[in-house]
């Protein structure tokens, strides 16, 4: 066989994969698309519907967002739990109908998750259609939480990285709505931006505190209560899975704790030894494992470092795929509240133990 046959034969067998792959996205995004437009159902849109909708209701008529931390709806997932925020930001979609709010909410979401991978450099088209087959992308369109958002803002730390002010201000926004990503602050540190990590830290502090006397601090003295109600659900967090084989709740947390701190010691090593991508990739990875509530929809803060240390497509971009088997509202039984943990595990150990033949402009400039 000539080298032309065998080079025609490879572009015949991209073309196949990459128009396959694009057919499946175009049918969910489409179906999933109309679904929204078209559906009242709280099914669709669950966390802007039955929780961020109704905390920027509340906001808007100088009430507080929060529940009481006895209140049952905390346990439906009905509720609001994040800072304020998150809240007032959504405050100009109560003046549009809930079906609008929501669809205008996916449009966003489903930009924000394919702007992340653009961010870092990722063009090629199959990885974007490998992205809209994840399951956690669908958990993350279909609930419309603040994940989507999330991935794209830990994106931005990347493309941003050598800068000032944008990475401080990006640092300092993801910090504030979620402070289980405070891990990046110390790989911002230690890519020799200590001033970033320091204005990070300030930004997330001055949000946080100016969010809370906008609504005049209303709920901040059960907030804490509020928190250790949610995190006693059983989620896909390691601690959860941890706690599922039996081991002891504060054993469990704490070997959670330790996996994080352990890959925060590989982003240090990675780091210090120039390897930048992987630095990030680990810091990424430990937010992940030292959150003590993971759903589905968080995996997609996996989305960013899978595009710097893989930016040509891969079998490696359909694994999360098999996260489908897995339930949206539950951890699930049996083998289920182990397998995001697997996978994860599964793609961090190729990310991370083998170096790609090949790195875009875009994602292999230095650190």
């Known amino acids: 066989m000539t080298t032309f046959e065998v080079s025609t034969r490879s572009r015949r067998g991209r073309f196949a994969v990459t128009a396959l792959l694009a057919s499946a996205a175009a049918v969910l995004v489409l179906s999933a698309a109309l679904a929204v437009f078209s559906s009242s159902s709280d099914e669709i849109g669950w966390d802007y519907r039955t929780g961020y909708l109704p905390a920027a209701t509340a906001v808007r008529n100088g009430e507080s967002p929060y529940p009481d931390p006895g209140d049952p709806a905390l346990d439906l997932r009905r509720a609001y739990v994040y800072p304020p925020q998150v809240a007032i930001a959504l405050v100009p979609l109560t003046e549009v109908s809930s079906d609008l709010g929501t669809f205008i909410v996916f449009l966003f979401s489903l930009a924000a998750l394919c702007g992340a991978l653009a961010l870092v450099g990722v063009r090629d088209m199959r990885c974007y ?3 809209l087959l994840w399951a956690p ?18 994106a931005a730390l990347w493309r941003y990285r050598a800068t000032l002010w944008p990475l401080a201000l990006m640092l300092g926004v993801l910090v504030s709505i979620k402070l289980f990503l405070a891990p990046l602050v110390a790989w911002v540190a230690l890519t020799r931006r ?9 930004v ?14 209303a709920g901040l003295a059960d907030y804490l209560d509020l928190l250790s109600r949610v995190e006693k659900q059983q989620t896909y967090a390691l601690s959860s899975a941890a706690a599922e084989l039996g081991v002891d709740t504060q054993l469990a947390r704490a070997f959670a704790l330790a996996v994080g701190l352990g890959l925060v010691a590989l982003a240090v090593y990675w780091t210090r030894r120039g390897d930048g991508r992987r630095g990030y990739a680990a810091a990424v990875a430990a937010t992940l494992a030292m959150s003590p509530v993971v759903w589905l929809h968080y995996l997609t803060l996996l989305i960013a470092p899978l595009g710097v240390l893989r930016p040509r497509f891969s079998p490696l971009w359909l694994v999360p795929i098999v996260l489908w088997v897995s339930p949206r509202d539950e951890n699930g039984d049996g083998l289920q509240p182990f397998v995001p943990a697997l996978v994860v595990a599964l793609l961090l150990t190729v990310m991370l133990t083998r170096r790609p033949s090949s790195i875009s402009a875009a994602t292999a400039a230095p650190a």
Do not use: D, Y
């Open 194 to 202: 200590a001033s970033a990590a320091a204005l990070g830290v300030c």
């Open 137 to 154: 992308t669908w958990n993350s369109l279909i609930t419309l939480n603040v994940s989507s958002a999330l991935a794209l803002g830990v």
């Open 204 to 217: 997330a502090l001055g949000l946080t505190v100016a969010a809370w006397a906008a609504i005049g601090f």
């Open 129 to 131: 259609a490998a992205l």
